[in-house]
């Protein structure tokens, strides 16, 4: 049984950075996972931010980004912005169309 | 502008069965995977099933194995999840995922979502 883990809850102050992080129980997380980024608000679908570890959706905002970050998935939100406050989940690729998420990760600007 | 719309959710008796449908448009249908998540109240994402383009690749999570079954139809642009043996904890909001690629199913993720059929499981 696969994994996936994200910090439950995290705060940050309006204009701050914060960097969310995704880790797997079957080892350091590499490109080879595809890490993928969707933040969801209440009562709303997902919304894809950020496909193949750093790469942006055109409607993705330039404050977040993705990449790798001591063997896990990272997504950094930089200036954040009051209407940033969601929950962000990631997705990981095992090959053999096997995918699984995290947890998530509730973010609460404050 | 592409849509996804899903339907067929509704209240079943625990054993019983439910068939989703995914409508899709605003994109070329066949040239892409695509996907089932599902979200149990108040909890997280879980990813259910994935299908590749021309349905030569499909992949299931280990707790819907053996009972739901993914297929689609690109002349009808319709993506569909056949729901066995449902149990209580199947109960959740079904969503339909486009992917980014059409062959390799999830390994570069997906864009679009639609907004989610509601399967409730109760006697």
């Known amino acids: 049984q696969t994994v996936v883990t994200q910090e439950p809850s995290l705060t940050v102050s309006p204009g701050g950075t914060v960097t969310l992080t995704c880790a797997s129980s079957?080892?350091?997380?590499?490109?080879?996972?595809?890490p993928n980024w969707f933040q969801q608000k209440p009562g709303q679908a997902p919304r894809a931010l950020i496909y193949?570890?750093?790469n942006k959706h055109s409607w993705t905002p330039a404050r977040f980004s993705g990449s790798l970050l001591g063997g896990k998935a990272a997504l950094t939100l930089s200036g954040v912005q009051p209407e940033d406050e969601a929950e962000y989940y990631c997705l990981l690729y095992y090959g053999g169309a096997q995918l699984v998420f995290g947890g998530g990760t509730k973010l609460t600007v404050l | 502008e592409v849509q996804l719309v899903e339907s067929g959710g509704g209240l079943v008796q625990p054993g019983r069965s439910l068939r989703l449908s995914c409508a899709a448009s605003g994109f070329t249908f066949d040239d892409y995977a695509m996907h089932w998540v599902r979200q149990a109240p108040g909890k997280g994402l879980e990813w259910v099933s994935g299908?590749?383009?021309?349905?030569?690749?499909?992949g299931y999570a280990d707790s819907v194995k053996g009972r739901f079954t993914i297929s689609r139809d690109n002349a009808k642009n319709s993506l569909y999840l056949q729901m066995n043996s449902l149990r209580a904890e199947d109960m959740a909001l079904y969503y339909c995922?486009?992917?980014?690629?059409?062959?390799?199913?999830?390994?570069?993720?997906?864009?679009?979502w639609g907004q989610g059929t509601l399967v409730t499981v109760s006697s």
């Open positions: 995922a486009k992917d980014l690629d059409g062959s390799i199913v999830g390994a570069r993720g997906f864009d679009y």
């Open positions: 299908i590749s383009w021309n349905s030569g690749s499909i």
């Open positions: 079957t080892g350091a997380v590499t490109s080879g996972y595809y």
């Open positions: 193949s570890t750093s």
